[in-house]
């Protein structure tokens, strides 16, 4: 976990997974994870297992797929992609179920899939860098929603672990690009990293244009 957090410069990791294993041991209780003193949280220092992706299937009737077939798609996490650098896609996932469309879902940056074994359970985590969404609705001239990167205080990205079975799809966010011209050294492995506001693309694809609006 230290070797972990050391190479995603994350160094409060093994915190965020002794917060993770809190709420998957005790889901009942309701108390605010940030008040929790980290002695009562279980820690876990032993092995890790890294993925570089992961795939979600999920009832989608499109052409590709036709009317009631089932779609899969991967979502990636890894330093090297194609030899085109790296890739970190963005995903929905599921925060409030009892909610329709986008205000069930916020949207989630991932870092890396991980998992580990604790309690005779394994667990399949995501590290993600959230966003919070701008607004109460959809912007009125795109008809889209939009996020922007968030934080937890200061400029301290707001990085959470989450169990994979919260991600509900991929997600494709659009920068919202200035009057400026874009630096040729911007591309798709850094562009989440570039901009500070985003389009919530509803276009992707149709099963997003479906589910998340």
Known sequence: MAALAN????????????????????????????????????GYQ????????????FYAPSDPSGTGGMWREYIRATPTWRQ??????????????????MRSMDVAHVLCFFSFKTH???????????????GDGPDEATGMWMVHPSFA???????????????????????TYDKIFVSPDIGPHNSYDSFCHFYVNKFADHHVFEIVY
């Open 153 to 175: 205080w200061g400029d301290r990205p707001n990085i959470t672990v989450i169990h994979i079975d919260a991600i509900f799809c991929a997600a494709h966010l659009i920068p």
């Open 46 to 57: 032993g092995k890790i297992s890294v993925y570089s992706s992961a795939s979600s299937m």
């Open 120 to 134: 005779t359970k394994r667990y399949r985590c995501a590290i993600v860098h959230w966003f919070d969404r701008i």
């Open 84 to 101: 085109e650098g790296p890739r970190y896609d963005c995903v929905f996932v599921i925060t409030n179920p009892e909610l329709e469309g």
């Open 7 to 42: 190479e995603l410069n994350i160094p409060d990791l093994p915190e965020l997974v002794r917060t993770f294993l809190f709420g998957q041991l005790f889901p009942d209780d309701d108390r605010d994870p940030a008040i929790i003193s980290p002695s009562e949280c279980p």
